[in-house]
């Protein structure tokens, strides 16, 4: 069924909190500094904050966590945390407009960035939600590495729900059928920091005035021709 804890809660770095087979709403803010353990649950939350010595666990499949404001990753705990089978919503809460915090290192375009870098499996904005993304933690740069992306707004090469900063990239699946949509490519954050897809061609999309340029340089090929067509013939 579903159990809700009503008003802020928080774990102690000592502490532990599980959830299995349930549905857990927390409706007050939520501030994580021990174990936070899932397997398998439908876990709600109004604020998400982990402190520096929580994190987050999960079981093979199944696990599934809904933020409706903010959530605040400020943990150090990279070999404790796991969320690669994990599913993670931003819904509508107060607003549509959400904090996110990044905790993971930026490993570049590579698989790697999967181990013990706080990864999720999917990442889901849908419904007109936005995500603002800050650093997590002291160490400048960061990055959030996901398998599929749902519910991005593109237009061009820039993602319009997105709002990054200079330094901070997220990173996805080419291959993954979910993640068609996106082509493989390279996308701009709005504000700075890259969407960047790991297995695919690794091209950005072209910037409009790159398409214009590339369509009058195309147009001036086929003049070029034309007028030496016309003189050898």
């Known amino acids: 069924g579903t159990n809700t804890v009503a008003g802020d809660f928080t774990n102690s770095a000592t502490g532990t909190v599980k959830t299995t087979s349930t549905t857990a709403v927390f409706t007050g803010v939520f501030t994580n500094n021990g174990a936070f353990v899932s397997d398998p649950s439908n876990n709600y939350f109004s604020d998400l904050i982990v402190g520096a010595t929580g994190y987050l666990t999960t079981g093979a499949t199944g696990d599934s966590f809904f933020i409706s404001n903010d959530f605040m990753n400020n943990s150090a705990q990279n070999t404790l945390w796991d969320t690669t089978a994990a599913y993670l919503s931003f819904t509508t809460g107060t607003d549509s407009s959400h904090n996110f915090y990044l905790a993971g290192v930026d490993l570049g375009n590579t698989m790697s960035g999967y181990t013990n870098n706080f990864a999720w499996y999917t990442l889901d904005l849908a419904g007109n939600n936005t995500l603002n ?101």
């Not at 519910?151 to 330094?167: A, Y």
């Not at 699946?173 to 490519?185: P, T, W």
């Not at 369509?215 to 021709?225: D, I, K």
């Open 133 to 233: 993304l800050y650093d997590g933690n002291s160490t400048a740069g960061g990055a959030l590495y996901v398998d599929e992306l749902l519910g991005l707004s593109i237009t061009g090469n820039m993602v319009n729900n997105v709002f990054g900063t200079s330094g901070l990239n997220v990173y996805y699946l080419a291959s993954l059928g979910s993640n068609l949509y996106l082509g493989g490519l390279t996308y701009n954050l709005t504000g700075g920091g890259q969407l960047i897809a790991i297995g695919g061609g690794g091209a950005s999309v072209p910037e409009p005035s790159t398409l214009l340029l590339l369509a009058a340089g195309f147009g001036g090929l086929l003049a070029t021709r034309k007028r030496l067509f016309n003189r050898n013939s």
